[in-house]
């Protein structure tokens, strides 16, 4: 099934995204220093059942970074909406990892009649925790300042990093270290993130408020038990938001499932497409 890359003009700046298949649109959006790249393994394969749409969110990937670019979670989903609109989708399946599974929900809560369904996976939600201290201690104008100096110059903590988002480390593939850091390099390449958590704690208690908006859409939770950013009471939480939601747990998988365990994920989440029993 052929992948194109594409690029489009967004508020003024250029954004980057993949497109392929044929059928109801679905939108993958990614986590926190993640891009399109993190869907290399679902996109051929969901590509099959849907026209998959896989977005460098604008701040991260390969898409421009304007400096002064509102990074609220408000802000973030309004731009993937608008991004449905520059590509002609009027309604899709939205599938968000990690921080984007906010921006997933944010997006349609501020527009429900857009979203069919949800597909959740290793989900930041108003209950986590995940990223609370993080955000508090990044935030600080000095800290942040010390970072991006830091950050720049100190690559070597990158595998770590990446790494520990894993169950079972031996599964780490050759290219997943160049492939996720490579936009790094590129300049404004961490004030997104910064920006992102800066308006951390804000973006998650108004999502907490809109989220009876979205009770009804049909929605998968999907994460790995041993993700480390996940406490389990805070998924059950985000579960009970929803009167329609399927919750699937992928054993010795850690936060990236789609990395980790990609023939699993796609099957999980292939079913939950096709409407087919969820069982392992």
């Not at 989708?89 to 997933?104: I, P």
């Not at 069919?116 to 990044?138: C, E, N, Q, T, Y």
Request: hydrophobic share 40%; with cysteine.
């Amino acid at each position: 099934m052929p992948i194109e890359e594409r690029w489009s003009i967004l508020d003024g700046y250029r954004i980057r995204y993949l497109c392929g298949g044929s059928g109801p649109p679905l939108v993958l959006v990614h986590g926190l220093l993640g891009y399109s790249f993190s869907w290399r393994f679902a996109i051929p394969v969901l590509a099959q059942r849907a026209t998959v749409y896989a977005v460098d969110m604008p701040g991260a990937g390969f898409s421009d970074r304007p400096a002064g670019m509102d990074c609220s979670l408000r802000a973030g989903a309004t731009r993937l909406l608008r991004f449905l609109d520059l590509t002609g989708v009027e309604g899709c399946d939205l599938l968000g990892t990690s921080y984007g599974v906010t921006v997933a929900m944010m997006a349609a809560a501020l527009a429900p009649g857009r979203v069919r369904r949800l597909i959740l996976v290793g989900p930041v939600d108003p209950w986590s925790g995940h990223g609370k201290r993080m955000a508090s201690f990044l935030s600080h104008r000095l800290v942040s300042a010390i970072f991006l100096g830091s950050a720049r110059r100190f690559r070597f903590t990158d595998a770590y990093w990446i790494r520990r988002q894993y169950g079972d480390k031996r599964r780490m593939r050759p290219e997943v270290l160049e492939g996720y850091t490579s936009p790094f390099s590129l300049p404004g390449a961490f004030e997104y993130e910064l920006g992102i958590l800066r308006s951390w704690e804000q973006g998650l208690r108004e999502l907490e408020s809109l989220l009876p908006r979205i009770a009804h859409v049909p929605t998968l939770l999907l994460w790995g038990s041993m993700d480390r950013t996940l406490r389990p009471g805070s998924t059950m939480r985000l579960q009970a938001q929803f009167t329609d939601c399927k919750a699937v747990t992928l054993d010795g998988v850690g936060h990236l499932p789609y990395e980790e365990v990609p023939e699993e994920f796609n099957r999980v989440v292939a079913a939950f497409l096709d409407g087919s029993n969820l069982s392992r």
